[in-house]
């Protein structure tokens, strides 16, 4: 075996980070953005940036913290954008893939991700980080830019407000 250049170990560690990240990335930026197709494009996105950064991470926090805040800041970015606003999404595609439609209707019928959805952007993005990219505290208020008291606040108000969308529901079951 020869030695690899910096092109081809990038690959292999393009292919590993997506092995790692992929699921949960494209998890997270849909229910950020609450469109398939837009999630995969911001993933695409995210995995570009990856590439282009990678070299100057310094590795003060975690790669899945670092390659979290990369998405994030993805996705607030296609929700600023003027074309997400006006773009009503039935009219893009009309060969719409049944499958992706599949994984969608599971989401829209997931009482609980259609909670969290509700929840005001800073609430609903904590409850993200938290429960389903399972980072710590500490991780989310790097990602964030904010205090760890302050992150703790806004996952009480958010349990608080769950607990309150969801009791019934729960107590159906």
């Known amino acids: 075996m020869g030695r690899q250049t910096d ?19 494209l998890r997270l930026c849909y229910l950020y953005l609450h469109d398939w197709q837009l999630a995969e494009d911001a993933v ?18 975690s ?3 670092w390659i979290t805040r990369i998405a994030i800041n993805v996705c607030k970015s296609y929700l600023r954008t003027s074309w997400k606003k006006k773009v ?8 719409w893939d049944e499958e992706k439609e599949a994984e969608e ?23 993200l980080l938290f429960y389903y990219q399972e980072l710590k505290v500490k991780e989310i208020a790097g990602i964030l830019g904010i205090s760890e008291s302050t992150v703790t606040v806004r996952l009480t108000r958010a349990r608080e407000q769950l607990k309150g969308k969801l009791e019934r529901w729960y107590l159906d079951e």
């Open 7 to 25: 092109e081809e170990q990038n690959n292999i560690d393009m292919e590993k980070l997506i092995n790692l990240y992929g699921d949960g990335l």
């Open 44 to 61: 695409q996105d995210v995995y570009i940036s990856i590439f282009r950064k990678y070299k100057g991470f310094l590795g003060q926090s």
């Open 63 to 65: 790669e899945k913290t």
């Open 88 to 95: 009503v999404y039935g009219d893009l595609n009309p060969l």
């Open 105 to 127: 209707a599971v989401f829209r019928d997931d009482t609980v991700i259609l909670a969290i959805r509700q929840l005001k952007p800073k609430y609903r993005e904590v409850v």
